[in-house]
Nanobody
């Protein structure tokens, strides 16, 4: 399995931006599909965006499409989530995860980072 650590979370006003990073360990990072997920207090964990192993395919939750582009740099073992035009309802802990296939569901993802908090104030 790959070890993952997220960074880049924080507090921002509505309309602002943040860039989340997820660094992976090991030489097999490029063999994993990667996903970003989030969980708000009292709610279930939901998918936000996923990206295929090569980065050629990306998938998005409808409410973030066009605002949260996902990308990856396999040379740096890192996947990114750019958070633009943030809204208070985007407030959550954001997690990255590695899995065998880029699906918008947490089920296939076996390796997870500890998460990073994103708080958006109105």
């Amino acid at each position: 399995q790959v070890q993952l650590v997220e960074s880049g979370g924080g507090w921002v006003q509505a309309g602002g931006s943040l860039r989340l990073s997820c660094a992976g360990s090991g030489r097999t990072f490029s063999s994993y599909a990667m996903g970003w997920f989030r969980q708000a207090p009292g709610k279930e964990r939901e998918s936000v965006a996923t990206i295929s192993e090569s980065g050629g395919r990306t998938y998005y939750k409808a409410s973030v499409r066009g605002r949260f582009p996902i990308s990856r740099d396999n040379a740096k073992n890192t996947v990114y989530l750019q958070l633009n035009s943030l809204k208070p309802e985007d407030t959550a802990v954001y997690y990255c995860a590695a899995g065998p296939i880029a699906l918008l569901t947490p089920a296939p993802y076996a390796s997870w980072g500890p998460g990073t908090q994103v708080t958006v104030s109105s």
